[in-house]
């Protein structure tokens, strides 16, 4: 049963008393208490995904105007929604997006690293994913957008509980190769050029392609998953099954040509004309939740993948606000980035400081909903609906590992980052071919310390003076490496193994 | 006649009457309609300036949890006002206080460094103040904090326009030197020991040392600011004729050693807890208003003079947020900076991303108050009250130019920068010896050129890219050019001439 047939005294009695399974005693939830749950609240989930925007970039994170592109509708959800001034992410899109889907570290999916074409690694069919959670419990599920999780049929979203697929396998930058490709004077094969592909669950064993991804179809691709997503919702609003959409729009990933509307509508050039349409094709969706007449019943979720993708792609990339480094790096301009949660009525409209990893979604719905997670497998996303709901102050999370590739690079503890081998810098972490150990943590000794919150740049190592932070941060990655022993990572993504 | 004892109805049919000067016919009021406006609204005004915070300290600018300090009270002022995104000082202590009283480039003062000890720099007799304009058109007037502005008798506030002052007549590191002179081997003298000062108009020629300004008087100076305030404020409330109060307050400038109460309070060290105790003590201010029942009649400001101190005192400087350098340099770090006016009924709470100089506060405030402007001489702030009172959409601000010492080194129209010389690094600004002529304007042939939109951190030069700029910005540099035939400049404060 789903709640939007619900009045929102019955939802608020629900949120309010207290029954819901404690983050610990989740893990080990029975299917009949998950069942019991079934029957009390199942929202519709819209989550929307950007790509590559920079946590300065948004006027509700200190950007918009000041940056010359207005974000009013995205400001507007941010107003509606808990705001995250501490929402974590991994240093790229394919590690977020594994670990968004999954609740887990993508390393242990072998994801760590934006894949490539040629790389063996892809999600993995043992893998249970976000939308397979959900499917269990009673939802209809939809995919549109990039993806970016592999190109072979086991990783593809129709065959990893999504109901439908729409959208690039791979990733944007994807649309310059024939191009590029021509001027070197190289002819790509079908199977180098990048395309546009669709799925059905259950029809198709392999997406197929619908057409070529061209530089004129990035111009126009997010109109055509806004239009998408507002004729799924319509299609699905009044439907028993509560639904899960998934839009994981192309911008502002680099290169980022607008659609007719939106060029030369920033002052800042293309970037900003690609933030505003986000912003433009957010609202679209937005408006369809609200003219289905099911806001009150539909969490929204709305995030950036990862850092913005700078130094490379100027000036056709964003900025990281306060903090230093991009994508690819540990630096906190890479895992740091925008993140909100709307549900009117359940979840109260904030501004909240504490922190939540995109890993943590999946063991959040899975709790919201009665869903329920794996525990033959270490889980590394905590639930959070108890701080979410207001059922308590504080956020579940007090640490976070970042990885690049297979090494254990930073962890964080409260406000303090600490590095275990010199800071990789900006955007190494895209390939790595070498010899490597997944269990391996690398150290140059001292590990060097910055205070997050007194420091945002990251410029003044602190580590000699708070040696005691030693003792803190090991017991983290001790417990990571326990998991280890039973559950070893894959080779992470790209690898290349040239034997030891 | 004070509005505070007129109805919100009247207060706004006043705002939309239309019946304001427009701000090119400002500068040529008649007295005849300035007494006409007189008979309209004098709010009280409670002017509050921080010293050395930087952008992305305060909660609503991005900082507050994100930074390990709380800054609630200042939040919710924000939240009340028209908060400006692009509110901009000059590159120092000095420099700014200067601009803000005078409402004009304090480089036309002599003021356009900060004043160290032993300069014959001052605020000059003929130099006409905010204080003084207001006190013409009847305000009851008083200073009390971090003056700067020199320290022989001609210079001080209560003989610059306060009826009475209260607080430091230089700044707050002063605290350090008896310590430090004593480790050095040297007995300071009585004159170069630091002091708390007051002085009374009419009684006082020169203002009367209290006590020593000790590191410990440094921990409790700002109670004591925050006590006298929230004293005549209750004082003053119902008196028949309106007040202008303004509150130099010393914090977060180094060294910042809280008050007992703030000892600790932040996860950042001492710099968060004088951040925190800054933001009570504005609410104490606040709070005062509130209760003397004049919230409706009063406009409060609030402001920090320049960008953060950062290198030289680490850790107890703030973030200038995504910006580029700190005081002393001419980066956006250093010039921009937070600032917000409140005036319940008249100006919409907002945020706003037009220019709003601190300069702009005198000509508003005489458009508001029907106080006149002087005429004989160069004023470089502009009226902003049509856009703060929302008669216009945008501010009559396009453009800044910037200055360290005697030279002009950049200059901003829209969302440009233009440098006019290699960049000054950071910290420079304090103090410069060598020949000078104050009209001179250095350059190293082409223009450096930011966007700081599109490159908040102003790390690529667009400048061959954006020639076209060359002829708009050297349109605001021939027009002060052109000011200083028949008003030159005074030397550069702390200028010491060698003769050429």
Redesign the interface.
Known sequence: MNTRREGPSVAKAWARSGCLLAAAALASATPQRAQAQEETAKPNIVFMMADNLGY?DLGC?????????HTPRIDQLASESLRF??FLVEPGCTPTRAATLTGRYSIRSGLSLALVRGTPNTLADEEVTMAEMLKDVGYSTAYLGKWHLGMDPQSQPHNQGFDSYFGILNSTDETLFAESMKRAGYTPTDAERAYIWSGIAGEDEAAKPVREYTLDERRTIDVELADRAVGYIGEHARDEAPFFLFVGWTRPHFPNYASEEFDGRS???I??DSVMELDHNTGRVLDAIEEAGIEDDTIVVWMSDNGPWKTMV??DGG?A??FRGELGSAWEGSIRTAGMIKWPGRIEPAKD?GMFAAMDFMPTFASFVGGEMRTDVPIDGVDQSGWLLGRQDDSNREHLLTFIGGDLVAVRWR?YRVYLQDVIPAGSGYIRMECTNAARIPTNGYPRVF?I?????EE?D?GAYETWMIGKFMQYVVQYVRTLEEHPNPPASNFVDFGE
Do not use: F, L
């Open positions: 300065g994170y200190g950007g918009g105007e000041v940056r010359g592109m001034t501490q002052t800042i050039g970037y900003g100027w000036p900025s606000g306060p400081n406000h205070n919150e007194a420091d945002p740049r003044h602190v």
